[in-house]
């Protein structure tokens, strides 16, 4: 059986088998020339199959390499082969071919897996499509033909419970507990847990815990604790965490990981408690537990957000020293006290260092540098970053660019100004309304009217609507320095605007 569709959308797999199509005549010659040629045409094996409809952008195309592929002899699609276009389908929002491909499934003689359910689980959640996440764990039983196991119901109610749908994740586990009659395990308590705890809700948290304990089946493990723990931090209670941590080594038997630790290392930073957090740093060396790239990320930025830069900088070149490569975060955060600290250079060198291992900047590590930049009057600099850095692989959003102009209006460069906005225009940025009003505004009371003028019809272009004393103003220098034609077609643009 084949799926399909036609040039209004998709169809079923039976109006797809009673689609006709035109052929044109061939030429006799050509045809000659087609059977001298013909070869015995390649057998497709599963993995190719799977191959081509992966590579395969069109799913469409991919849809028809499906289809084409069974009509081998001796091929049979198998769950493989249907996870791959299922995959393709789901990744491409083609809802209505899911279904019609999941309606033939139930007809195939081969053992299905309920990978290929979670992973359309899992697709529905991403759009937004709830119910749909509930009819794909439900089709476990109809086409895997067996009852969904404790990670099909850890998954289904995981994503549920991540979109909020609160009395849909609650209906869902009673109805999983009555009919599959299963009990609920660790890992489902632990998404309760974590829901709870993301809610701030500490004292149902807590209750789910208690639960946990009374048998061995649910009995928390070391993410129950380190979901408890962050709640706590989160709300600021760092005593009863630290207790709870005590707790879980001492009664529990269980031995806290690099995580953990980040929990309370970050919690402790978070409220301006650097020294504590330095503590459970050393404790956690001394104890053998090798610190990893988060824990020094979270202790640097606890000794930036306190200025002591000083003792952040000794943090990352300790991890340097001992193999760790710093990631984007911890140069981020490095970068940004520099730059705050009016040490650009240091910053700068950084980035520099950022390139050559390897580690990719991103905007927020960008606009931190332009700010720095900026704030030294180093406004050739920061444009040459501009200028030069998409080149080199980086990806520049609008802020990037309202950043600099932003320093550039408020420091007179209206030069500067013009330049750039004509760079970001023809980047397809539009600079902020407010910036883009007051440089309209310094330009007609520096007498640069013409400049203005440009601007204005540019920004008027990519549909951005100025202020209308900011027209009022233009148009009157316009007329008074007798510029009668732009100020006639600033007029006509007005209207048009307006219309």
């Keep these: 059986m084949k799926v399909g569709y036609d040039k209004y959308g998709w169809i079923?797999?039976?109006?797809?088998?009673?689609?006709?199509y035109s052929i044109p005549d061939i030429p006799t010659e050509t045809t000659s020339m087609l059977v001298e040629a013909r070869r015995k045409p390649k057998y497709i094996s599963h993995e190719s199959a799977i191959n081509l409809i992966k590579r395969e952008r069109d799913p469409q195309y991919a849809l028809e390499?499906?289809?084409?592929?069974?009509?081998?002899?001796?091929?049979?699609?198998?769950?493989?082969?249907?996870?791959a276009m299922v995959d393709k389908l789901a990744t491409s929002k083609k809802f209505q071919a899911i279904d019609a491909v999941l309606h033939q499934m139930t007809y195939e003689t081969c053992r299905f897996h309920e990978g290929i359910f979670l992973?359309?689980?899992?697709?529905?959640?991403?759009?937004?499509?709830?119910?749909?996440?509930?009819?794909?764990?439900?089709?476990?039983?109809?086409?895997?033909?067996?009852?969904?196991?404790?990670?099909?119901?850890?998954?289904c109610l995981n994503l549920l419970v991540e979109a909020n749908q609160v009395d849909l994740a609650r209906t869902f586990l009673v109805n999983s507990m009555k009919n599959l009659n299963i009990e609920p395990n660790t890992c489902i308590f632990n998404i309760l847990v974590k829901h709870h705890c993301k809610n701030g809700d500490l004292e149902s948290a807590l209750q789910v815990v208690e639960e946990m304990k009374k048998s061995i089946t649910s009995y928390p493990n070391l993410i129950t604790y380190s979901t408890l723990m962050n709640g706590l931090c989160q709300c600021g209670k760092l005593e009863e965490a630290v207790?709870?941590?005590?707790?879980?080594?001492?009664k529990d038997q269980i031995m806290p990981d690099a995580l953990t630790y980040n929990?309370?290392?970050?919690?402790?930073?978070?409220?301006?408690?650097?020294?504590?957090?330095?503590?459970?740093?050393?404790?956690m060396k001394k104890n053998g537990c090798n610190p990893n790239v988060f824990n020094y990320s979270a202790l640097m930025n606890g000794f930036c957000k306190e200025g002591r830069l000083e003792e952040a900088i000794e943090a990352f070149n300790e991890m340097k020293s001992i193999g760790l490569k710093p990631d984007t975060v911890?140069?981020?955060?490095?970068?940004?006290?520099?730059?705050?600290?009016?040490?650009?250079n240091e910053a700068m060198e950084l980035l520099r260092e950022m390139k050559e291992i390897g580690c990719r900047a991103d905007t927020v590590t960008i606009k931190v540098v332009l700010g720095g930049l900026c704030r030294e009057s180093r406004f050739e600099d920061a444009l040459r970053m501009l200028y030069k850095l998409p080149s080199e692989g980086a990806c520049l959003n609008k802020a990037c660019y309202r950043i600099v102009l932003n320093f550039l209006c408020k420091g007179g460069e209206l030069g500067k100004a013009v330049e750039l906005l004509c760079l970001m225009m023809s980047r397809g940025f539009v600079p902020h309304h407010a910036t883009s009003n007051e440089l309209l505004v310094h330009l007609c009371e520096a007498g640069k009217v013409a400049d203005a003028a440009m601007v204005l019809l540019g920004l008027v272009d990519m549909g951005f609507k100025p202020e209308p004393d900011t027209w009022s103003l233009l148009v009157e220098l316009l007329c008074r320095e007798r510029k009668l034609?732009?100020?006639?077609?600033?007029?006509?643009?007005?209207?048009?605007?307006?219309?």
């Excluded at 079923?12 to 006709?20: C, E, M, N």
């Excluded at 911890?330 to 009016?342: E, Q």
């Excluded at 034609?485 to 219309?499: H, Q, R, S, W």
């Design 330 to 344: 911890g140069y981020t955060t490095l970068i940004g006290s520099f730059s705050k600290a009016g040490r650009i």
């Design 12 to 20: 079923s797999p039976l109006q797809f088998l009673k689609a006709t």
């Design 65 to 83: 390499i499906f289809n084409k592929v069974s009509d081998q002899n001796g091929f049979n699609h198998n769950n493989a082969t249907y996870a």
């Design 263 to 283: 929990v309370l290392i970050n919690g402790f930073c978070c409220r301006g408690k650097v020294d504590q957090a330095k503590k459970i740093f050393q404790f």
């Design 119 to 155: 992973n359309l689980m899992k697709h529905f959640s991403k759009s937004s499509l709830h119910e749909r996440v509930l009819e794909m764990f439900y089709a476990i039983q109809t086409i895997v033909r067996q009852k969904p196991s404790l990670k099909a119901i850890s998954t």
């Design 485 to 499: 034609l732009p100020a006639f077609e600033l007029l006509d643009e007005l209207v048009i605007t307006e219309l």
């Design 243 to 250: 207790v709870l941590f005590e707790e879980m080594v001492s």
